[in-house]
């Protein structure tokens, strides 16, 4: 399986008796039906339900757990979960010494060890902690985020602004990053109210075109008026959030969807999300 190195990546270990019951209070994933080998997708929420850090959570044999966050991230999100903490047996610790990689390939069984990543349903990848140093000389990490952008798989300060996004706009409430029935969390009420009344607007795209897209997080129009942003760029194809409706319209009028001086010839959704296109005559969603 090819083996990509995650530098951008940290660890932290999350114990206590009362390490599952807070965690299960404030972020928007199900940790009670966490089973050891899943790394899930979740996230922590302001009050007003935008996404303040995103991660992935599995669970440790000792009945602890193991957060996989960005490591610009660590110390605002370990802060974060200290002014919740309160009296609560539960302590966090940075794990040094150790590093984040990945792991893909269709039909092939996991390393041993490795962790299930949820956030994919036709592909299997898997999380590994490696030790330092760690052969980088492998995958190219350019061949990762090719395989986020086919899946749709959005994370955090490249594909979007914690701060700036709801869970909805990024897939959470597609790959088990939200759950519906576990009751009050952080920000749940927004979240549930966006579920249950459909007023998801925003939500992940596949951009395609003939030449190289500019950066992410550059802006894409449609007659001069915003529809999107690029996320994870690779070559002529992006992760892209936007307005589905905007988008929609662009590509049913013949409108120009333009970042930058590049023309984007084609947009697609994700394999196996439940949303479609507003008006489901155009069939874009390979």
């Known amino acids: 399986?090819?083996?990509?190195?995650?530098?951008?990546?940290?660890l932290i270990a999350v114990s206590g008796a009362d390490a599952e019951h807070l965690l299960q209070n404030v972020v928007t994933c199900n940790l009670e039906d966490l089973q050891e080998?899943?790394?899930?997708?979740?996230?922590?929420?302001?009050?007003q339900g935008k996404i303040l850090f995103d991660f992935l959570i599995s669970r440790t044999d000792d009945t602890g757990f193991i957060?996989?966050?960005?490591?610009d991230q660590v110390d605002p999100f370990t802060k974060?979960?200290?002014?919740?903490?309160?009296?609560?047996?539960?302590?966090?610790?940075?794990?040094?010494g150790r590093h984040v990689a990945v792991s893909f390939n269709d039909g092939s069984s996991a390393p041993p060890n490795a962790k299930k990543d949820e956030r994919f349903k036709k592909q299997t990848v898997s999380r590994l902690v490696v030790d330092s140093p760690f052969n980088e000389t492998g995958e190219d990490r350019s061949a990762w985020d090719a395989l986020r952008i086919e899946h749709g798989v959005a994370e955090g300060g490249t594909d979007f602004d914690l701060g700036d996004a709801f869970p909805h706009d990024v897939s959470l409430d597609q790959n088990s990053g939200v759950?519906?029935?576990?009751?009050?969390?952080?920000?749940?009420?927004?979240?549930?109210?966006?579920?249950?009344?459909?007023?998801?607007?925003?939500r992940v795209m596949v951009?395609?075109?003939?030449?190289?897209?500019?950066?992410?997080?550059?802006?894409?129009?449609?007659?001069?008026k915003?529809?999107?942003?690029?996320?994870?760029?690779?070559?002529?194809?992006?992760?892209?959030?936007?307005?589905?409706?905007?988008?929609?319209?662009a590509l049913k009028e013949g409108t120009p969807l333009r970042a930058g001086n590049i023309t984007i010839q084609s947009v697609t959704l994700p394999p196996s999300v439940t949303y479609g296109w507003p008006d489901n005559e155009l069939d874009q969603d390979g």
Not at 67 to 71: L, N, W, Y
Not at 210 to 219: K, M, N, R, V
Not at 228 to 237: C, D, E, H, K, S
Request: proline letters at 6%; one cysteine or more; a positive charge.
């Open 1 to 10: 399986m090819p083996t990509v190195l995650l530098p951008d990546r940290s």
């Open 37 to 47: 080998g899943i790394a899930r997708p979740g996230a922590l929420l302001t009050p």
């Open 67 to 71: 957060i996989d966050i960005r490591a």
């Open 80 to 96: 974060r979960m200290i002014l919740y903490k309160l009296r609560s047996d539960m302590t966090l610790t940075v794990i040094s």
């Open 179 to 202: 759950d519906f029935k576990k009751g009050c969390y952080v920000g749940q009420e927004v979240v549930s109210r966006m579920q249950h009344r459909g007023t998801a607007r925003r």
């Open 207 to 224: 951009a395609h075109a003939t030449d190289q897209l500019p950066a992410s997080g550059s802006e894409v129009t449609a007659n001069g």
């Open 226 to 249: 915003p529809a999107a942003t690029l996320g994870t760029v690779v070559g002529n194809r992006s992760l892209m959030i936007g307005r589905l409706d905007r988008v929609q319209e």
